[in-house]
C-alpha cells in the first residue's frame, strides 16, 4: 500500500528557510517521479515541483530559484529546501506520486 507521509512543516518568517521530507513506502520509490504541490486557504492545489527518477526537477515559476528539490532513494524520501520564504508561501504542502498523496504538512510564513 503507497503511503506519503509529509513532515518538517512549521511557522517561519518572512526571509526564513525550512525543510520538508516526504517519507515514501509501498513502491519502488528509486523508479518513479514525485511531486511537491501546496494548496493555499481558499485556493485551488497548485504544483511546485517535481523530480524523476534520474533526479531531473521542474520547477513552477513563482518558486524557482528560491526552492530545491531533491531525493535520497535509500531513505525513500524526498525533500523541499524552501528559501527566501514569502507570507504568500503559506500553505499546506502535500506531496505527491501518481494518485496518491500526503496527509500534508502546514508552512505557515508570518512574522
Known amino acids: 500500500q503507497v503511503q506519503l507521509v509529509e513532515s518538517g512543516g512549521g511557522l517561519v518568517q518572512p526571509g526564513g528557510s525550512l525543510t520538508l521530507s516526504c517519507a515514501a513506502s509501498g513502491f519502488t520509490f528509486s523508479s518513479y517521479a514525485i511531486a511537491w504541490y501546496r494548496q493555499a486557504l481558499g485556493k485551488q492545489r497548485e504544483f511546485l515541483a517535481n523530480i524523476g527518477s534520474s533526479g531531473t526537477t521542474t520547477y513552477t515559476n513563482s518558486v524557482k530559484g528560491r526552492f530545491t528539490i531533491s531525493r535520497d532513494n535509500a531513505k525513500n524520501t524526498m525533500y523541499l529546501q524552501m528559501n527566501s520564504l514569502k507570507p504568500e508561501d503559506t500553505a499546506v504542502y502535500y506531496c505527491?506520486?501518481?494518485?496518491?498523496w500526503g496527509q500534508g504538512t502546514q508552512v505557515t510564513v508570518s512574522s
Open positions: 505527491h506520486f501518481q494518485t496518491y
